[in-house]
Nanobody, 116 residues
Framework: QVQLVESGGGLVQPGGSLRLSCAAS????????MGWYRQVPGKQRELVAS???????NYADSVKGRFTISRDNAKNTVYLQMNSLRPEDTAVYYC??????????WGQGTQVTVSS
């Protein structure tokens, strides 16, 4: 079973940037989609951005024009570049991999806090 490890979270001021990374233990080319979700206490986990194969992308309306998802199959890593961050982007961000055969796989999450 694939293991997904997120990194890159932290505290940033409004208007700042962060880049999240999701490193997979195996090849990500076998997953038909990779994505980033986020969750705040008391709310459902929501899709932030996803990327298919070869590289079709999908974004939540709230992050369009500010966030960019990308994947590097050679490094088995998916990235989320987050610019113009807002306090409402504060959440735990989770990496997700979707497999036709084994369903959804999740990372442990990384905290992103946007505050002055």
């Amino acid at each position: 079973q694939v293991q997904l490890v997120e990194s890159g979270g932290g505290l940033v001021q409004p208007g700042g940037s962060l880049r999240l990374s999701c490193a997979a233990s195996g090849s990500i080319s076998s997953y038909y989609a990779m994505g980033w979700y986020r969750q705040v206490p008391g709310k459902q986990r929501e899709l932030v951005a996803s990327i298919g194969s070869p590289a079709s992308t999908n974004y939540a309306d709230s992050v369009k024009g500010r966030f960019t998802i990308s994947r590097d199959n050679a490094k088995n890593t998916v990235y989320l570049q987050m610019n113009s961050l807002r306090p409402e982007d504060t959440a735990v961000y989770y990496c997700n991999a979707k497999s036709t055969f084994s369903g959804d796989h999740w990372g442990q999450g990384t905290q992103v806090t946007v505050s002055s």
